[in-house]
């Protein structure tokens, strides 16, 4: 089904700010790496907020209203359902910052906000409003707030970005977005480092973390699908890297169950793909 594309931005701090974020986030919860179990999808351990759990204050512009708030919220939570942690509204120095005028949608990566000056924005949700519809909300706002907990772009995955075709690329987010060939290069073509994620070999281009890309842009003419919900991988990834005290177990919607055992627990993954 053909819909119109939107991209998303990483926001990208600066090196103190990143350096600043780092130590404040290792500061509140210190980072082991040594037993995460690896999945699809991915996280940069630079911006991983830490395995302790993690309540994140939202905070709004003064002027959206409450019915806004409380959808985005909900959707957002829709990672809570997997993982130890919880978006809640909450306007006394938030940690999330949404803002909902030009510039598209963008986020920050991860504990990479915490670097970011607190009258700025850590999110960009543009002309989001009460009446965008529930599809958008759930593959936009879940997309979004997977940048929060840590997640870059599926499709930035060396296995996704060697399947595009560079000069394809850069025309059609030229022709489509207005971006520059440096921008494109910078948000679509350089793969990220495999060594600074935890994550598999594999990449998944169905993962809500993943952009729909055409058959017109890649060297093999076959479009990365892209996710549109958050989905099976990314619920039992997502899981692992920010366990809950109890095994969570996904509720079924149908095909097999796949198994994953994380400090020791073991978590049942299944088809998560219809709401
Ligand atoms: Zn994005």
């Known amino acids: 089904m053909a819909r119109k594309f939107h991209p998303c931005r990483i926001a990208k701090p600066t090196p103190d700010q990143k350096e600043l974020a780092y130590k404040l986030a290792q500061a509140e919860a210190p980072h082991r790496y040594g037993d995460l179990v690896a999945g699809m999808l ?19 512009p003064r002027t959206a209203p409450a019915e806004l708030k409380a959808r985005i919220l909900k959707y957002a939570n829709k990672w809570a359902e997997f993982a130890n942690v919880e978006f809640v509204d909450d306007d006394t120095k938030p940690i999330v910052r949404i803002t909902f005028g030009a510039g598209g949608y ?5 504990s990479d ?12 949700l543009e002309g989001f ?15 979004e ?10 499709h ?9 075709d560079p000069r394809k690329t850069k025309a059609y987010f030229r022709q489509t977005q207005g971006w520059s060939a440096a921008e494109v290069e910078q948000q679509v073509l350089t793969p990220v480092s495999e060594k600074s994620l935890f994550g598999t070999e594999h990449s998944d281009e169905l993962s809500i973390m993943c952009y729909q890309l055409p058959g017109s842009i890649t060297k093999d003419g076959k479009p990365i699908r892209g996710g549109d919900r ?33 400090n020791g627990r073991r978590y049942q993954v299944l088809d998560v793909g219809a709401a």
């Not at 930035?156 to 595009?164: D, G, I, K």
């Open 106 to 110: 963008w986020s920050y990566l991860g």
């Open 230 to 262: 958050i989905n099976a991988n990314d619920a039992a990834f997502i899981a692992s890297i920010y366990p809950k005290a109890k095994p969570i177990v996904i509720p079924p919607v149908g095909g097999k169950a796949p198994e994953f055992v994380m």
């Open 129 to 143: 409003t009460a009446r965008t519809s529930d599809e958008e909300f759930d593959r936009v706002v879940c997309h």
């Open 113 to 124: 906000i915490l670097g970011i000056p607190e009258n700025e924005a850590t999110m960009n």
């Open 156 to 164: 930035m995955r060396q296995e996704l970005v060697a399947r595009l």
């Open 42 to 60: 991915a996280v940069e351990r630079r911006s991983w907020w830490g395995d302790k759990g993690k309540r994140f204050s939202v905070g709004f």
């Open 145 to 154: 707030f997977g940048h929060t907990l840590g997640c870059p772009h599926e």
